[in-house]
């Protein structure tokens, strides 16, 4: 995946830009992501079905994917079955 691809879930609304990829499959609500959204879509696996926020970005556990996501819905992002996490803010420093 090249950093600025769009992918598109098959089972909800979510879309998410690549900031940083690996040669993996991003999945979104346990289905696989694709550049363009299915005709026929589908449900969000169960425990897949926690949701994804706008604005908000998307690691693994290595840190080797980062995806910003840019539509919400209902789907859970993942890799391989493993849940990412939303990537926590930097602290600023204070200006004492």
Sequence with gaps: MKPGTKLKSAVCDTEVMVIRGADVAIECGGAPMALERPATGGEPDPSFAAGSLMGKRYVDEAGTVEL???????????????ALRTKDAKALPSSD
């Design 68 to 82: 910003l996501c840019v539509k919400p819905g209902k789907g859970s992002l993942s890799i391989g079955g493993v």
